[in-house]
């Protein structure tokens, strides 16, 4: 569900006709001569929609094939440059189908100058692009720096093509099944999403953007709502099955709970063990990570851990706070995974939760166990509020698998007492509660006020983090 509506653009100088600036009538803005790039195709100017600017740049082969010149390179990385300088987000438009190879090595250098500024904007402004066409070889790396990517159905883009791999390996494959848009909105995770036209996803991303402010050093602005933040939510309750091996869409938990059930979802078909997105509550814009039980029971694997580590950091750049709904058994086991790194992986969701400062606030709706339970910015990790429904499981491991550990030597009649037991004792939320690692059980039905509430007495949380060069994520 769509929240921001496209208006007309107001406004604006192009960088290729010579110059980079503000909307028309705007004297605040930095000029930049570009004559050299008269003959660019690509652009980038100063937009207005709906009183929100950001800078559109627009990367654009100018020769034959959608291959890119040296000329196209410097509009771009001016009007990134000036983007990061005058605090404005960015929407880029990109189809370069590789350097011009008539140029020689100055389109490369070009592009690299490109990717450069992108990571000099990282954690400083947003910076999201679209993909509207071929995307090929180097610049192709620009795709992966960004915070945000969007295909159209009819984008496409690797590094290698299909001929070289065919070369190399043997295999016959298309450049759609090699690096298509769907392949990449589900194999990869480049896409956050795929859409018609390139006008579509500029609409997605100013969504996105609704929720983001222009910079590092901004607060998101509030999101006007009619819903009150007392609005009763026991429908969210009713959604969890009645038994404990039973799924659900905890996309319906989210849309109950957060404002005019508005949720825009990031990366929705990769990795969908796991669910990221922004939504807001009571008017304040949150960052929303939670376990997906419809896929793989809500366990967490690599993919799954690198998808929650990004946005966690996205939102932690950004100023937004987060809310992270918990029900997984833990983390996915499998000799593949571990030859694969599945420690190193898995390690990523937890770093990147433990060097968070902004707000933090956890929900449990059913399962939370062993290790998935840390890494779940559990109260240990650095989480402000914890809350927990009353069917909260939080636990070493299940029932079942503690009882085969502690009576293995038992009967099957003894063992189903002492799992039995075992549930009534540990598998409730109030051990958690009396240890501290839970602050409040709550009902489901007061889930939506007390996350506003916890919302709005951490408005005023201001975190930072002892001096350093940087910190070390176990990529």
């Given at each position: ?203 997605y991303l100013l969504e996105v953007l609704s929720y983001l402010p222009d910079d590092v050093d901004s607060l998101p602005a509030s999101i006007e709502t ?99 709904m918990v029900d997984t058994s833990g983390f996915l086991p499998g000799k593949d995974l571990e030859w694969r790194g599945m420690i190193r992986h898995g ?81 409730t939320p109030y051990p958690a509660a009396e240890r501290g690692s839970i602050t409040a059980v709550v009902e489901p039905e007061f889930t939506r006020f ?26």
């Amino acid at each position: 569900m769509m929240r921001y509506k496209r208006v007309m653009a107001l406004g604006g100088v192009e960088v290729g006709a010579g110059s980079v600036g503000n909307d028309a009538g705007e004297g605040d803005g930095a000029v930049i001569d570009l004559r050299a790039a008269m003959n660019a195709r690509s652009s980038a100017r100063v937009i207005s929609v709906e009183d929100r600017r950001f800078m559109r740049v627009s990367l654009h082969g100018s020769r034959a094939g959608d291959t890119i010149s040296q000329a196209d390179c410097t509009v771009v990385e001016a009007g990134l440059r000036t983007a990061r300088e005058q605090r404005l987000p960015v929407i880029g438009h990109i189809v370069a189908a590789g350097p011009d190879v008539s140029e020689g090595l100055a389109p490369s250098v070009a592009w690299s100058r490109i990717a450069k500024e992108i990571v000099r904007c990282s954690g400083v402004i947003p910076v999201m692009l679209v993909v509207d066409g071929p995307v090929l070889s180097g610049p192709s790396f620009l795709l992966g720096l960004a915070d945000v990517v969007v295909f159209t159905e009819d984008a496409y883009s690797y590094l290698s093509g299909p001929r070289m791999v065919r070369d190399f390996t043997g295999t016959q494959i298309s450049g759609d099944e090699l690096g298509g848009a769907g392949v990449h909105q589900r194999s990869s995770g480049l896409a956050s999403a795929v859409v018609e036209t390139a006008a579509d996803g500029e609409d997605y991303l100013l969504e996105v953007l609704s929720y983001l402010p222009d910079d590092v050093d901004s607060l998101p602005a509030s999101i006007e709502t009619d819903d009150p933040i007392d609005r009763p939510t026991a429908e969210a309750g009713e959604l969890l099955p009645t038994t404990a091996t039973g799924s659900y869409d905890v996309r319906d938990i989210i849309t109950e709970v957060v404002d005019d059930g508005v949720f825009t979802e990031l990366r929705a078909q990769w990795a969908p063990n796991i669910v990221t997105g922004f939504a807001s509550i009571g008017g304040s814009p949150v960052g929303i990570v939670a376990n997906q039980t419809q896929s793989m029971a809500g366990s967490i694997d690599i993919s799954a851990s690198q998808k929650g580590a990004r946005f966690v950091g996205f939102c932690d750049a950004f100023n937004v706070p987060l809310l992270t709904m918990v029900d997984t058994s833990g983390f996915l086991p499998g000799k593949d995974l571990e030859w694969r790194g599945m420690i190193r992986h898995g390690a990523q969701l937890a770093f990147a939760y433990a060097r968070a400062t902004v707000p933090r606030i956890g929900l449990i709706l059913r399962k939370s166990y062993g290790g998935a339970y840390i890494v779940m910015d559990s109260v240990n990790m650095g989480n402000d509020v914890m809350l927990a429904w009353p069917t909260a499981e939080v636990a070493v491991m299940g029932a079942k698998g503690a009882v085969e550990i502690l009576h293995r030597g038992a009967s099957e009649e003894e063992k189903a007492e002492q799992v039995a037991t075992y549930e009534a004792t540990y598998l409730t939320p109030y051990p958690a509660a009396e240890r501290g690692s839970i602050t409040a059980v709550v009902e489901p039905e007061f889930t939506r006020f007390e996350v506003a509430s916890a919302l709005q007495m951490l408005g005023s949380k201001r975190e930072k983090l002892r001096p350093r060069r940087h910190d070390n994520i176990p990529l």
